[in-house]
């Protein structure tokens, strides 16, 4: 998928890209009205949107009534498409455990229209913007269930996927945590992180990412909050009889499962964060 | 890719606890089964293995699929002119991370020196086996760590939920060692990765539940965990017998082949004798492809026996 979106009169256009929903539909409703009450041009959503919380149809109904353009997840390939799992790629078979309970529960609460779009949605979209190419997708260019974490992927890999995939910025989600790194070049490649999921640092609120492109071809990347009613989440995740795990994690900000891919780098900082802003 | 899980295993001639890698003797081609094993294509060098000790290590395991020990010199250790070399190598290649192994890493003199320039430009995890972690060491690590801009990973072998268990592979005292210096990682507010070596035929969430319960007695709050198959290599082949020379990959069916499956299309494993396929195959026959990286970066003909252990169990010897 191939679209151009125009700079605004301030001559910066600014995108807000939104990852990893996992059907928390109150914080992507949240995460929406954000990015209208602050002018943004255009909002994106990559993709995972079933997974983890609950009433998977509500996230999906969000999206398609507000017309957010969506790149497909693995999840959304997997529900799509009727396969057994959600190819996430857990290293940790207790991830592996937990992961299969919530996409049970998402392909049994997601009905055949919305399995037909989740099946359609583009695997990748690449954008124009301040004269830069931008490639959205959900977990990297080459596969979409590879992890991106900022602690485990070098500089030089990083350069190695724009340029073997013809990108000045990569944006992408599926660790569920977020981070951008200016690399050589004035190129980028930024993790969204998940607007449904806390990011594992001891606070309940989620996050999105806004970019900005300036015409003469400068990027910012920011990340901003979303601040939700969590408990709600949590009281309708008890109510469907999703795992205590996942309700902890929405109510803590600690998660409790899909630890077992990430890095120590990332690991450590969470617990650092404890009392952060 | 999906990695076949340890439920679909079946007791099969491909090893116990390891899995049928879907072929069927209806489906054989004699030419196929004498002749013909698949190419793994090469895709790009996500991963650079560095064997930085050689085959030097302070322990000689019985299972040890290189076949280290103290005395050990099938290869060399390596300089730390040498592991900037191939890590330039590496980085022009656009490799993701770098892994140090042997032999044990931290009986290399330089090997503090080489890490902190390691880190300067790429991830990297040290494979130990947590014996030689003094305090000292232990600070310098922690410091390292914080003020790196990439993960340092500290992996952590143990060959089972028990002492015994470990011991029987490691030598008496090796457990209460090696958890010794686990306490020390943890307590020094580093996350190290402990990897275990998988028994065959036990359910692999059970057995993660088992190894966390027991790393939480000694004080490892939710630890990152790493489960491996046994390969029947080095010292391995020696005790329990290796691959017979029929076990290889030479009956599946080309249709079956998923070129994504094995972790030697998107890594390779430098020694002092050259670059090899992938860090498995170091001292094997066959395992070694090139003197350079650059040169290695083509297909390899996926003729050894361990190729169907990772075939069958979609296992990558890096973290995730």
């Known amino acids: ?92 078979p207790r991830d592996a455990h937990f992961a299969q309970l919530a996409y049970d529960y998402t392909a049994r609460s997601v009905g055949d229209a919305s399995r037909a779009w989740l099946a359609a949605l583009p695997r990748e979209a690449r954008l124009t913007l301040g004269g830069r190419t931008v490639l959205l997708c959900h977990g990297s260019p080459r596969r979409q269930n590879e992890f991106l974490w900022d602690g485990s992927c070098s500089d030089a890999f990083l350069a190695w996927l724009c340029d073997t995939y013809a990108a000045d910025v990569i944006v992408c989600t599926h660790t569920g945590l977020h981070w951008a790194r ?55 995740m008890e109510r469907e009889g999703l795992p205590p795990e996942f309700v902890e994690t929405i109510r803590t900000g600690w998660w409790t499962t899909c630890l077992g891919n990430m890095p120590a780098k990332e690991r450590l900082a969470g617990a650092a964060n404890i009392g952060a802003a | 890719m999906k990695r076949q899980s340890r439920s679909e295993a079946s007791a099969s001639r491909f090893g116990p606890g390891v899995t049928n890698p879907g072929l069927s003797t209806e489906e054989r081609s004699p030419a196929e089964a004498r002749d013909g094993v698949p190419e793994q ?80 430009l790429a991830p990297v995890t040290v494979l130990t086996n947590g014996t030689l972690l003094p305090p000292k060491r232990v600070a310098w690590l922690a410091a390292l760590s914080r003020r790196a801009r990439y993960a340092l990973e500290l992996r952590v ?44 035929g036990e359910d692999a969430r059970a057995f993660a539940e088992r190894c966390t319960a027991v790393l939480a007695a000694e004080g490892l709050r939710a630890p990152r965990l790493k489960l491996l198959p046994m390969f029947r290599l080095g010292r391995e082949a020696d005790r329990s017998g290796g691959y017979a020379a029929e076990e290889t990959l030479a009956q599946l069916p080309r249709a079956a082949f998923d070129p994504h499956r094995l972790q030697c299309g998107s890594c390779r494993a430098v020694s002092s004798r050259g670059v090899h396929v992938c860090p498995l195959l170091v001292d094997e026959p066959g395992g070694r492809m090139a003197d350079t990286l650059a040169e290695s970066a083509r297909p390899y003909a996926l003729a050894h026996g361990a190729c169907v252990t990772c075939w069958a169990t979609g296992m990558t010897c890096a973290n995730e």
């Open chain 2, 41 to 120: 294509p090469f895709h790009h060098l996500d991963v650079l293995w560095v064997q930085v000790a050689g085959t030097l290590c302070n322990l000689a395991c019985t299972h040890c699929f290189v076949r280290s020990g103290p005395r050990a010199t099938s290869h060399s250790m390596m300089t730390r002119v040498d592991v900037r070399a191939r890590v330039a190598e590496a980085l022009a290649l656009g490799v993701k991370e770098i892994y140090f192994t042997g032999g044990e890493p931290f009986l290399n003199d330089e090997i503090e020196a080489i890490v902190e320039d390691t880190l300067a």
């Open chain 2, 157 to 200: 072998s143990l060959d089972g939920a028990d002492a015994a268990t470990h011991d029987r592979f490691r030598g008496p005292g090796a457990w209460l060692r090696t958890l010794s210096g686990l306490r020390s990682l943890a307590g020094a507010g580093l996350a190290p990765i402990v990897t275990f070596t998988q028994p065959a």
């Open chain 1, 182 to 236: 200016p690399l050589p070049g004035g190129r980028w490649v930024v993790n969204c992180g998940a607007v449904g999921r806390p990011a594992h640092d001891g606070r309940p609120h989620t996050w999105y990412a806004e970019l900005a492109f300036a015409r003469d071809g400068a990027i910012d990347v920011a990340f901003r909050p979303v601040h939700y009613d969590h408990e709600a989440l949590a009281l309708e």
């Open chain 1, 1 to 92: 998928m191939r679209e151009r979106v125009s700079a605004n009169g301030r001559g910066t256009a600014r995108l807000a890209v939104l990852g990893g929903v996992y059907a928390n539909h109150l914080a992507l409703a949240q995460a929406l009205d954000d990015v209208a009450a602050r002018g943004l041009d255009a909002a994106w959503c990559l993709g995972d949107i079933g997974g983890f919380g609950p009433a998977p149809e509500k996230s999906i109904a969000i999206l398609r009534a507000r017309a957010v353009p969506t790149v497909q997840g693995n999840y959304d390939h997997s529900i799509g498409h009727g396969l057994d799992d959600c190819a996430c790629g857990y290293c940790d």
